[in-house]
């Protein structure tokens, strides 16, 4: 009976930790594409203006790895916080490509290696 109950407590604590590791994916991915967002707008400290941002309409698909609502965010916080952003407006910045957003990823996470 004691080894079910420890079998049993080890898989809850392994399932907890693969929801709190799903959850750190999920805020690092919409965090990143706040920061993205953020790259046409002309801020002194974008990091720190990301983390203004209110993140909590939006979503991470992990099927696709899409975050959608990071464009609503950043406009938001635009219109809340005007005195965080230069009024001239640059053009979008260029895309990032998946070697950038999964180094990003493995940095993160820990395992970065440099080729």
Sequence with gaps: MDAEIDWKEEYEKALAKGQALKEHVRKFMVREKVKLELRAFETIDPELVAKLADTSECSF???S???TGAS???QRLVAEKPFL???KI???P???TENELLDAIQKELGIYRKS
Excluded: I, Q
């Design 90 to 92: 640059k053009s979008p």
């Design 72 to 74: 609503e965010a950043v």
């Design 94 to 96: 260029p895309p990032r």
């Design 61 to 63: 698909d992990e099927e």
């Design 85 to 87: 952003f230069s009024p």
């Design 65 to 67: 790895n899409v975050v």
